[in-house]
């Protein structure tokens, strides 16, 4: 596949078949994800790789602490510009997954499905020092998780970046062995796509470049 090919078909991908990945292919995601450009060739991230028994913890434990309304990591929400995209991607999955509005038991177990990592065989949790600056740091893991996700398309494998599965952010740490040195930013959920899951079928529009475009100074 070549690389804008990768880039237009990549998508979220949120339901999993069990199906393990091969360690020499992860192996090979990762050693090539690396090579993502960073500030002064900092190379800045921690990648935490997990698999059976820790991740499966993982997501056992963030449903407890879910369902007993543990206080968690607090994400903001969107401003309306942009919690409008939110909304019509919300509207579009929840359609192709059956979920109306007054279902609140469906809604609910939706919910969960992110907290568990929409039950990915693998989760790959980015972290970074944080002596490092933060900002920086940020954007150096995101460019490094934009490879992975890419570079997945080549093994036949889906990927999902997830923020839910952070929220109780302790028991991540726990479990992936991540030490209080150092901040962590995302997580990914990655593992071959079953696409009889409907919500596999979701394709995310985006803003046509003259939203949020200038071109200075061209002609």
Request: some cysteine; glycine content about 6%.
């Amino acid at each position: 596949m070549d690389i804008k090919k990768a880039v237009l078909t990549r998508k979220s991908i949120r339901g999993y078949k069990p199906d393990p990945v091969p360690q020499e292919v992860l192996n090979e995601i990762i050693e090539a994800a690396v090579r993502a450009p960073s500030s002064d060739n900092s190379q800045p991230w921690e990648i935490y790789v997990l698999q059976g028994e820790p991740l499966d913890k993982i997501r056992d434990e963030n449903i407890k602490a879910l369902e007993e309304g543990a206080a968690g990591k607090d994400f903001p929400p969107y401003e309306p510009k942009y919690r409008t995209r939110q909304v019509e991607l919300g509207i579009q999955l929840f359609k192709l997954m059956d979920i109306t509005r007054e279902d609140k038991e469906k809604r609910y177990d939706w919910i969960k499905r992110g907290f568990r990592l929409f039950e990915a065989p693998v989760g790959i949790i980015l972290a970074a020092d944080k002596s490092l600056d933060l900002a920086t740091a940020a954007s150096d893991v995101g460019g490094l998780a934009q490879t992975i996700c890419l570079l997945a398309l080549a093994y036949d494998l889906g990927t999902c970046i997830v923020v839910q599965s952070l929220t109780y952010e302790k028991i991540v740490r726990e479990h992936a062995g991540i030490p209080e040195s150092q901040n962590v930013f995302l997580s990914i959920a990655l593992g071959y796509p079953d696409y009889d899951i409907p919500a596999n079928n979701v394709w995310a529009k985006r803003d046509p470049i003259e939203i949020n475009t200038k071109f200075i100074g061209s002609k």
